[in-house]
C-alpha cells in the first residue's frame, strides 16, 4: 500500500516540522527547493500553516506552498488539507488551509494549533491511514 505523503511548508520556528515529522509518513518540506519545485508521483495532502502578512490582501498562504500548488498536475491529485494556527489570529484562524480547501474543492482533514497535542498526531495518523486505505481499495477495484 502506497502512504499517502504529506507536503507541507515550515518557518524557521519550525512548529510544522516538528508535528509533520512526529508522524511517521512520508513528509517533504517545501521549504526546501527541490520539494517546491517538484511534481508528485501520485495523491498527496497539505499540510500548512496560515502566516498573516497583514499586506493589503492580508495573504494567509505561504509562498512555497503558492509555488508548489502552481502546478496543474499537484493541484489535480491533491487529497485533501490539514492546517496548523493559531486561535490568536480570530477570524483569520486556520485561513490558509480553508482558503485552499475552498478553492480546490478538497476537505480540510484536521486542524490544531501550533505544533499539535499527542492526540492531534494519532488523529492525523488515522486519517492518513484511512485515506491510504481507500486509495488502495480505488485502485484495486
Ligand atoms: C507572523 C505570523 C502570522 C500568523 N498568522 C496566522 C493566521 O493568520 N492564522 C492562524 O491561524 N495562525 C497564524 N499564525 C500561527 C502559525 O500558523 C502557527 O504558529 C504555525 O504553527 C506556524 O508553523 P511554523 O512554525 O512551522 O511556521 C501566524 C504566525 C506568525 C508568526
Same mark, same amino acid.
Given at each position: 500500500?502506497?502512504?499517502?505523503?504529506?507536503?507541507?511548508?515550515?518557518?524557521?520556528?519550525?512548529?510544522?516540522?516538528?508535528?509533520?515529522?512526529?508522524?511517521?509518513?512520508?513528509?517533504? +518540506?517545501?521549504? $526546501?527547493?527541490?520539494?517546491?519545485?517538484?511534481?508528485? !508521483?501520485?495523491?498527496?495532502?497539505?499540510?500548512?500553516?496560515?502566516?498573516?502578512?497583514? +499586506?493589503? =490582501?492580508? !495573504?494567509?498562504?505561504?509562498? =512555497?506552498?503558492?509555488?508548489?500548488?502552481?502546478?496543474?498536475?499537484?493541484?489535480?491529485?491533491?487529497?485533501?488539507?490539514?492546517?496548523?494556527? +493559531?486561535?490568536?489570529?480570530?477570524?483569520?484562524?486556520?485561513?490558509?488551509?480553508?482558503?485552499?480547501?475552498?478553492?480546490?474543492?478538497?476537505?480540510?482533514?484536521? $486542524?490544531?494549533?501550533? =505544533?499539535?497535542?499527542?492526540?492531534?498526531?494519532?488523529?492525523?495518523?488515522?486519517?492518513?491511514?484511512?485515506? !491510504? #486505505?481507500?486509495? #488502495?481499495?480505488?485502485?484495486?477495484?
Amino acid at each position: 500500500m502506497r502512504p499517502t505523503p504529506v507536503y507541507y511548508y515550515s518557518s524557521a520556528s519550525g512548529l510544522v516540522r516538528t508535528f509533520a515529522e512526529r508522524l511517521g509518513w512520508p513528509a517533504f +518540506n517545501l521549504a $526546501e527547493r527541490e520539494h517546491r519545485r517538484s511534481e508528485v !508521483d501520485g495523491p498527496w495532502v497539505l499540510l500548512t500553516p496560515s502566516c498573516t502578512t497583514g +499586506n493589503e =490582501a492580508n !495573504d494567509t498562504v505561504p509562498e =512555497a506552498v503558492r509555488r508548489f500548488l502552481r502546478s496543474a498536475h499537484n493541484r489535480r491529485l491533491l487529497v485533501g488539507v490539514m492546517g496548523s494556527g +493559531n486561535r490568536n489570529f480570530g477570524r483569520y484562524y486556520q485561513h490558509a488551509a480553508r482558503e485552499i480547501a475552498a478553492r480546490s474543492g478538497r476537505p480540510v482533514l484536521l $486542524e490544531f494549533e501550533l =505544533a499539535g497535542t499527542p492526540w492531534d498526531v494519532a488523529e492525523a495518523q488515522r486519517v492518513l491511514a484511512e485515506l !491510504d #486505505a481507500a486509495l #488502495a481499495h480505488r485502485h484495486a477495484s
